[in-house]
């Protein structure tokens, strides 16, 4: 009998993530492999290449994936926009999954796991890009392989999203959520992610994950231990630290303060 293939970065990272082990991460913000190799060499669950506010081109997005694949971590895509051509560049190029800014409804949920999924959806086919092996994947295997490992992760960074929490998740589909605590605080105004009603609204968020055993994820600048415990105690479990930029600089802040 052979043995079972190794589980790959991508089978990983779902599993973990619907399994509720707690993972950490960061965000990647600088087009260079070299981050994803030492993140991956530091012991980071995942990264997640910021597609959206950071320069990344297409072939930027495939190196990254490329350098994920080497360092064997899991490497999400933050996609500009629930665009399906957005989320098939993303995917074909190797993604463990999608991180898609604005889902504010059900509508929009639906279409993105339609553009990122093959059964009861509408993603397209191509085996012949690196998610595919480059052609040795044939098209049952490449379809199945990719649709029970494809982390799709919803960005809730709206107020018109409160009002569809329980609709929103009860996608089919939807691996994870993440709160956008950025987005929500210029939305009301707040000058920080710690104002009292961005804690409301992360139990709100939460609370509705809850009902629907959705998997949360959410960013913090820094290891704060308060801020962390709080998100904790609210139920998020998975977490993305800083980012390559933010971690250097701080760094390099401590070394200059040093001297």
């Not at 994936?65 to 933050?78: D, E, K, T, Y």
């Not at 898609?100 to 009861?120: E, K, L, N, Y």
Request: some cysteine; proline content about 4%.
């Amino acid at each position: 009998m052979s043995a079972s293939p190794p589980e790959t970065p991508q089978q990983r990272l779902r599993r973990r993530l619907v399994g509720g082990e707690g993972l950490l991460g960061t965000f990647l913000k600088t087009p260079t492999a070299h981050a994803t190799e030492i993140l991956a060499d530091a012991g980071f669950d995942f990264v997640v290449v910021d597609a959206e506010h950071a320069p990344f081109s297409r072939a930027d997005i495939d190196l990254m994936m490329l350098a994920a694949r080497a360092g064997q971590i899991a490497s999400v895509v933050r996609v500009p926009s629930a665009a399906p051509e957005h989320i098939l560049t993303a995917l074909d190029a190797g993604a463990a999954g999608v991180l898609v800014p604005h889902v504010s409804s059900a509508v929009i949920a639906r279409a993105v796991v339609d553009a990122a999924c093959f059964a009861g959806g509408h993603r397209g086919f191509s085996n012949s890009p690196r998610a595919g092996s480059y052609g040795r994947l044939g098209f049952r295997d490449y379809m199945e392989t990719c649709d029970s490992s494809t982390s799709v992760i919803a960005m809730i960074e709206d107020l018109d999203a409160l009002d569809h929490l329980d609709e929103i998740f009860s996608v089919a589909g939807l691996t994870a959520a993440f709160i956008g605590r950025g987005d929500l605080s210029a939305a009301i105004g707040a000058e920080t992610t710690g104002d009292a009603r961005i804690a409301e609204i992360v139990g709100r968020i939460a609370a509705a994950a809850a009902r629907h055993g959705m998997p949360l994820i959410a960013h913090v600048g820094a290891t704060d231990d308060a801020e962390v415990a709080s998100l904790r105690a609210a139920g998020v479990t998975n977490f993305l630290v800083a980012s390559d930029q933010g971690l250097m600089r701080q760094a390099a802040l401590r070394m200059r303060a040093a001297f």
